[in-house]
């Protein structure tokens, strides 16, 4: 099966600080998306991003589909993007479109120290 | 966007019991969902997808026996823990999507369960 991992797999930053993660791909995909992981467990949607790039406010993604990696950036970090960052990709699967199962990458755990 | 739940957020129970978690999407209908686990300080790995009417299919290594999952309805999915045994304790988390071609995914809150 496809897979995916991510770097660095720990990160700590200064409040303030900008960062970048990192998700490569083995294969061609057609569903890719960001998700951040809160301290009670809960997926918070970051970006759905198969290609391109998309800005949501102090975090961006960039997919370069061709190369297999995707890119999140986090500008101006606070306290509160701490946590554990997941790439996770799918490939279409079937008949039955049941294309979106999601492989996970191991994810960029976050610390943002005040 | 899309909401899920999941029902209960947490629960423990003696080993040799069944537990069943629910996952409902809200407000939208979910012709797949998918069920997932995830151990401490771990990524999160597939179990298996849960088809509206008809059976699940389950990764390599999951048992099926032993996790049963019944999709009843294009909004509700259920995962039971068949005579559970501590090892089973994990993060459940399931995922639904609209059945738009390749969109995206929306999970749920996660069930966490510890079988004593």
């Known amino acids: 099966g496809i897979q995916v991992e991510q770097s660095p797999p720990d990160l700590i930053l200064q409040e303030g600080a900008n960062s970048t993660l990192r998700c490569n791909f083995s294969?061609?995909?057609?569903?890719l998306q960001w998700f951040h992981q809160n301290p009670w467990g809960q997926l918070i949607n970051l970006f759905y991003?198969?290609?391109g790039t998309k800005q949501n406010g102090r975090l961006s993604a960039t997919t370069v589909a061709t190369e297999r990696y995707s890119l999140l950036y986090i500008s101006s970090s606070q306290t509160t993007d701490s946590g554990v960052y997941f790439c996770?990709?799918?490939?279409?699967?079937?008949?039955?479109?049941?294309?979106?199962?999601?492989?996970f990458g191991g994810g960029t755990r976050l610390m943002v120290k005040p | 966007g899309a909401v899920v739940s999941q029902h209960p957020s947490w629960v423990i129970c003696k080993s040799g019991t069944s537990v069943k978690i629910e996952c409902r999407s809200l407000?939208?209908?979910?012709?797949?969902m998918f069920w997932y686990r995830q151990f401490p300080k771990q990524s999160l790995m597939l179990m298996a997808t849960?088809?509206?009417?008809?059976?699940?299919?389950?990764e390599q290594g999951v048992e099926k026996d032993k996790f049963l999952i019944n999709h009843a309805s294009l909004t509700l999915s259920t995962l039971t823990v068949t005579s559970a045994h501590p090892e089973d304790s994990s993060f459940y988390i399931c995922?639904?999507?609209?059945?738009?071609?390749?969109?995206?995914?929306?999970f749920g809150p996660g069930t966490r369960l510890t079988v004593t």
């Open positions: 849960s088809n509206e009417g008809s059976k699940a299919t389950y």
């Open positions: 294969d061609s995909v057609n569903n």
């Open positions: 996770a990709v799918a490939q279409t699967w079937g008949k039955n479109n049941a294309g979106n199962m999601l492989t």
């Open positions: 407000d939208f209908q979910a012709t797949t």
């Open positions: 991003i198969p290609s």
């Open positions: 995922s639904a999507g609209t059945g738009e071609r390749d969109h995206e995914q929306y």
